[in-house]
């Protein structure tokens, strides 16, 4: 589950780590208001009006403003709260503004130059422990950094049984080239940041930038966080923080009804039972000369209740031509899930888009059979290869 930039940094500071303050507005009276308070609580008299919407890259959409009087904060807020707001990370139909952050600004002159770190914590799924990733190249597409100049990204694995140590925290600070205050307080920093990951079972925590103020402070200035959804149950403040506008509507009624379903820009619409399946079912797909419409994992249980919501969902996208559904009977029989189709096709009507079906495992003869004798407008395989010469066929019709 990801959640709003306001909503992780109030997470973080809630662990210590020091932030860039700011008021969330939904309107841009509130956002005027929001100003106002945070002049009083912080002295800024400078403000970042900062869209609220879950994809990075706000400001090269025109997301992220400066405003350096109140009356530039209503003119930036009207103009970003009810914004189509099109990044790298929302593909071209981008995502509608509904609120703000009005955040102080902590880019003020002073002494000594300011400096934009990246850190980042998550999971090294190859070892199985939590690693934060960092680079002196902060404020910049990570992944560019790490193309174009790899030996800037460091990382430091963490080992579960002791969690972050002292001197990791150090050794942090120091590849990062910081001395004195700068440095005491990015181990702070650092030390507060891993215990809050590592606390609320996140997936991912991505500051960019970490700041080093004029005045040697080290502040989030961004925070992406994400939840492992598996463990949201321990944690239900958390989970209310969910906001559905941000989600697909077709995904989110999907998991409403326990499927596992993602979106894709494909023409082929696939319906499987497991993760690993469904992988491989759009490899399928790729090779027989067509492009997945979607990921969609029934799971276990692939009754005619949930099979009739997954053709539902699938059919709500136009660019679908055809739907291969794979399932392998293990714990659920081959022919239950057979008739299950063949009752959800009765239940639904008209599908305007041939079936694939190809179902192995328990009783896998006998669920053909269940197919072929329904006289549905419904393909039948039992191997791969059919299911893959079929969805050829059909493609070549349409």
């Known amino acids: 589950m990801n959640i709003h930039e ?40 400078w403000w970042v009006v900062k869209a609220q919407i879950h994809a990075g890259g706000r400001g090269k959409g025109g997301g992220v ?47 000594s130059p300011t400096k934009e770190f990246y850190m980042s914590v998550l999971l090294n799924r190859s070892t199985g422990r939590n690693i934060i990733m960092y680079s002196t190249e902060g404020g910049m597409d990570i992944e560019h950094v790490a193309e174009t100049t790899p030996e800037r990204i460091f990382k430091e694995e963490i080992d579960p049984k002791v969690g972050l140590q002292g001197f990791q925290a150090r050794k942090i600070a120091f590849n990062l080239g910081l001395s004195g205050t700068a440095m005491k307080e990015m181990v702070k920093f650092v030390t507060a940041l891993y215990k809050a990951y590592d606390t609320i079972d996140a997936s991912l925590f991505e500051i960019n930038p970490v700041l080093k103020t004029s005045d040697d402070k080290i502040l989030a200035v961004d925070a992406k966080v994400n939840f492992d959804d598996n463990a949201l149950f321990r944690h239900p403040d958390f989970a209310a923080m969910r906001d559905v506008l941000e989600e697909d509507p077709t995904e989110l009624e999907a998991s409403q009804h326990d499927l596992n379903y993602v979106k894709l820009d494909g023409n082929v619409g696939c319906m499987v039972n497991g993760a690993g399946l469904a992988m491989a079912t759009m490899d399928i797909i790729k090779l ?20 009739e919501q997954a053709f539902r969902i699938i059919l709500k996208d136009a660019n679908v031509k055809a739907i291969l ?16 189709i063949v009752d959800a096709y009765k239940n639904i009507g008209s599908i305007p888009v041939p079936i694939i079906v190809r179902l192995q495992g328990t009783n896998a003869v006998e669920a053909k059979k269940i197919i072929d004798a329904s006289g549905l407008k419904v393909f039948s395989a039992i191997q791969l290869k059919e299911a893959a010469d079929l969805v050829q066929e059909v493609l070549k019709k349409k």
């Open 65 to 111: 403003k400066l405003a350096k009087s109140l009356d530039e904060v209503l003119e930036k807020a009207t103009n970003i709260i009810g914004m189509q707001l099109v990044t790298p990370q929302t593909g071209p139909q981008g995502k509608k503004v509904s609120k703000v952050l009005i955040a102080q600004d902590v880019y003020y002159p002073g002494a």
């Open 6 to 45: 306001y909503q992780g940094k109030s997470i973080l500071k809630s662990f210590g780590v020091a932030i860039q303050e700011g008021i969330v507005a939904e309107s841009p009276e509130v956002a005027v208001k929001a100003a106002k308070e945070l002049q009083q609580q912080t002295g800024t008299n």
């Open 325 to 340: 559904v794979n399932i392998f009977g293990g714990i659920v029989r081959c022919d239950r899930v057979a008739q299950g």
């Open 288 to 307: 027989a000369g067509g492009e997945p419409a979607n990921f969609l994992d029934v799971g276990g249980t692939a009754n005619a209740a949930r099979v």
